[in-house]
């Protein structure tokens, strides 16, 4: 197990849960604009918010940034040590930087003096397009092992300023290169790990490269945090991590939603219904918190022929007949339904259930 740092409210680590991060891809100069997002962020789910800090104004930003955000900010620093230790000042919850290029280890143990007064932890970054080239000559290209000595060299050079609060994320935008890499880590390293596949690319090609490299990591056991990366709107990249999470049974208080492929047997519009229910399970997420609900799978099914057996292990469910169908519950059938009042008839139901709604 890692050990835990605390990031504002949220632990990293430890037997906390895997926390949803993401990064705003506003100027962080325009405070309103930056704030706006934090704010729409955090209302997808997301945790812990990365703000990047490239010059003094954005340094000066984090200020009432973080007076007005409703979660845990973290200032993304390169190059510049003293933009590391203003962000710090001006409150921000956590750095990330990259060792190899922040400066010299005086530079660096000024940053950790102000991250140990302000209880902060640093995240330390190591990206396989930012690889040492000494370590890229002696392995001879950019290999599982040269990203992970250089991890093994990053948090070295740290604990030797006597900092200990840290977080290690090692990125690649290879998938399997980021696995093999974490394999070399998972037994040698305690430090908190945030995971994720580092320029993953667009919406569509960053999903599936998210969901296998974030996944099969997730699965052995790795990982205390994580980011999707994509080009695009951070509001997905929020949206899909939790969906990763959902899908490895890793979400607390969340509906999982089973619908079948449909094929020659349905007589209904399940492409239709089953993305009406997508719509309403989305609609009941602000309710989650309140209610506190536990997972909840709900299957959304072509027909009644094989849908409650197929659906037999969701909490509840429909399944399709000719303008009609049924709802059902762990294989049980509860009513008969016209096709057009499946999605309300569901809704109800999980309601009455979930959300404590008794009213008809
Ligand atoms: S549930 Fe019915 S409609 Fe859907 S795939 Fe199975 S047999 Fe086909």
């Given amino acids: 197990m890692t050990r835990k740092v605390m990031v504002g409210d949220v632990a990293i680590g430890g037997d906390a849960p895997v926390s949803v991060q993401s990064m705003t891809n506003t100027d962080t100069r325009d405070i309103r604009s930056t704030l706006k997002q934090i704010n729409e962020l955090y209302e997808s789910g997301c945790q812990i918010v990365r703000i990047a800090v490239p010059d003094s104004e954005a340094a000066e930003a984090v200020k009432h940034i973080k007076k007005e955000s409703p979660v845990p900010i973290v200032a993304d620093i390169h190059f510049d040590y003293r933009l590391a230790i203003k962000a710090a000042e001006n409150g921000a919850d956590k750095l990330r930087i990259n060792p190899g290029n922040i400066g010299n280890k005086e530079q660096l143990t000024k940053i950790t003096k102000v991250a140990k007064e302000r209880k902060i932890p640093i995240r330390i970054g190591v990206n396989s397009g930012s690889l040492e080239k000494d370590l890229i000559n002696k392995y001879g290209g950019i290999t599982a092992e040269a990203l992970f000595e250089s991890a093994e060299n990053s948090v070295e050079y740290m604990m030797d300023t006597g900092f200990e609060d840290l977080v290690l994320s090692v990125k690649s935008s290879d998938v399997v290169l980021n696995y093999q890499t974490h394999m070399l880590i998972k037994d040698k390293l305690d430090i908190p790990l945030h995971i994720g596949i580092t320029e993953a690319g667009t919406v569509k090609t960053g999903m599936v490269k998210s969901a296998i490299g974030i996944g099969s990591l997730l699965l052995r056991g790795i990982g205390d945090t994580i980011r999707v990366s994509l080009t695009g709107n951070p509001i ?101 339904v016209p096709e057009e009042e499946l999605t309300s008839a569901l809704e109800k139901e999980i309601r009455r259930r979930y959300f404590g709604d008794l009213n008809d």
Avoid: H, Q
């Fill in 236 to 336: 997905e990249e929020v949206k899909f991590a939790k969906e990763i999470l959902k899908s490895l049974g890793m979400l607390d208080n969340s509906i999982n939603l089973i619908s079948c492929p449909t094929c020659g047997r349905c007589r209904i519009d399940l492409v239709e219904i089953a993305k009406d229910v997508e719509k309403m399970i989305t609609s009941l997420e602000p309710e989650m918190e309140k209610y506190k609900p536990g997972k909840i799978d709900v299957a959304v099914m072509g027909c009644v022929v094989n849908g409650p057996g197929e659906a037999k292990n969701a909490d509840i469910g429909i399944a399709g007949g000719k303008g009609k169908g049924i709802l059902i519950s762990k294989g049980e059938i509860l009513a008969s």
